[in-house]
């Protein structure tokens, strides 16, 4: 399984509230219509809690925290699933609206992007 996460700031001037409805409910709703040309087999918006905890948990071990107002998870069966999935006339299309799409609300220079192969170790009961 290939998972693409994607750790998101909010574009300065949106407060909180904006862009947690904003993500949650626009993009989110585009995200779902091109999921299929795109092949993405789950995505996961997780959004920012009270920091307290978070911070604690950073001092501990000597991390940064507060960076990033979300993060987004999204997976493919195979990379080779992703990369079909990108080069294909519906999903090139798809790519283009959703990126268009997150400069509304996103940071997209101050957000970081990364992608890995899974490797379950406690899985779901």
Known sequence: MIKLVFAIRRREGLSEAEF???WREDHAALVTRHAEALRI???V???TVEQTLGE???DARGSITGRYDG???LWWDSLQEMVEA???IAGERA???LIADERRFIDLSASAIWMGEENPVIAGR
């Open 56 to 58: 604690r948990l950073a």
């Open 86 to 88: 990108s080069l294909s």
């Open 71 to 73: 993060l987004a998870e």
């Open 95 to 97: 790519s283009l609206e």
């Open 20 to 22: 947690r409805r904003y």
């Open 45 to 47: 918006q997780t959004h």
């Open 41 to 43: 087999r789950r995505y």
